[in-house]
């Protein structure tokens, strides 16, 4: 594969290895005890994975009982956020979850502002997008130098797989420079995008970083990751995390050459210290790419806002009792980047070490499911 794809269509891989020889490095147990401990939760209820063994610290015996006993693991995560939900809410609103065209018009129904779609290749009901139906259409769509610049991802993909960052089109009317700084041929990218994202593949605007968070996130947008939970007044938020991209990364999701930072959000849309948990042997720190001026304690943009759409789109929703959602800090506002039917916990857990199943948690979960009707169901 081409290498100004590498990143682009290689998910983050879990190196068992690499992990298990790393922590002996960094003062943690022998390969031996690693192996037995993580046989335990494997075999163990609920199980937790090898990756969930050094994402969740439970390599140290003080951690060990509370994350077994308040951690959601992997295994167990969807069920929980099905629990929470009427069955045939679930199914009604599938679609808005997994397609980010659904997504998009869903939203726009309801007034709910998302990034704005300039086209679309392979399969699109409707017309209400530019629909480009071979690779002859995506060349032409990216000779168009007024397109530019624009961000490209499939429709149906997940944690930052295929995307790709386009900054320009070249004089030469033939040569795209990404934002990784390749310079690519048209033609070459037309092909990698037809062959290999046949399913589905949108071109959308290119949003940056609200001008207040560009000096420790740069311009790849870094989305806070907000979960809401039905209460006895309708959606309000469980928990909020902003993810902090890795410098010259082109979006928010670490790999495995390049880790970006999380940390918490207060109720008050305020930043707290960054989470060194993706990185063996990393303290939380108050810096990231600026190291002169402190993130903690940096007061999000229009928080009360995010607040907003975030619950009128759970609304949107009757019956789901729990929805996570992406949303993106512009100069025009917050956006909503995705929307997630199964909040994964590992976020939350594996950056400030709170456990889904925590009590405060738990007496949430059984108030979403009389609220949403899945208690009866």
């Known amino acids: 594969m081409s290498e100004e794809f590498q990143t ?7 190196a068992l290895e690499k992990s298990m020889r790393t922590l002996v490095e960094t003062g943690g147990p022998s ?38 006993s308040t951690f959601v693991s992997y295994s167990e995560n969807t069920e929980l956020c099905r629990s929470l939900s009427r069955p045939e809410a679930r199914e009604r609103y599938i679609d808005v979850f997994q ?34 139906a071979s690779r002859a259409d995506i060349e032409d769509f990216l000779r168009d130098a007024s397109n530019y610049p624009f961000f490209g991802k499939p429709t149906g993909s997940s944690h930052s797989l295929g995307v790709l960052s386009f900054d320009a089109l070249l004089d030469d009317g033939e040569t795209i ?51 809401t939970i039905l209460g006895l007044d309708g959606p309000e938020i469980l928990y909020a995390l902003q993810k902090i991209p890795a410098k010259g990364m082109i979006h928010d999701n670490s790999t495995s050459t390049a880790k970006g930072a999380v ?52 609304a949107s929703m009757p019956g789901m009792g729990m929805v996570g959602f992406d949303v993106m800090h512009t100069d025009r506002g917050p956006i909503l980047g995705e929307m997630n039917g199964n909040p994964f916990f590992s976020l939350l857990q594996g950056s400030i070490q709170v456990g889904g199943k925590s009590p405060e948690f738990l007496a949430r979960y059984e108030i979403a499911r009389r609220m949403s009707g899945a208690a009866r169901a």
């Open 99 to 132: 397609n980010k065209l659904t997504f998009e018009d869903r939203m726009a129904e309801i007034g709910v502002p998302t990034v704005r779609t300039k086209a679309v290749f392979g399969p699109c009901d409707g017309d209400r997008h530019h629909r480009l």
């Open 177 to 227: 420079r990404l934002a990784t700084g390749h310079e690519v041929a048209l033609t070459k990218v037309a092909a990698h995008i037809a062959d290999t994202w046949h399913a589905g593949y949108l071109f959308q605007d290119r949003e940056k970083n609200h001008e207040s968070l560009r000096r420790f996130m740069g311009d790849a947008i870094g989305c806070a990751r907000i979960v």
């Open 263 to 314: 940390c918490p959000i207060s109720k008050d849309g305020v930043l707290g210290r960054i989470s060194g948990f993706q990185t063996y042997g990393a303290t939380d720190s108050d810096y990231w790419q600026d190291t002169k001026t402190p993130v903690t304690g940096t007061v999000l943009p229009n928080w009360e806002k995010v607040v907003e759409i975030c619950r009128a789109a759970h």
């Open 8 to 14: 682009a269509t290689h998910p983050n891989q879990f």
């Open 31 to 68: 390969p031996l005890m690693q192996a037995v401990q993580m046989l335990r939760l494997w075999f163990g209820r609920p199980s937790f994975s090898p990756k969930e063994y050094f994402l969740y610290r439970m390599y140290q015996p003080e951690d060990f009982k509370r994350v077994k």
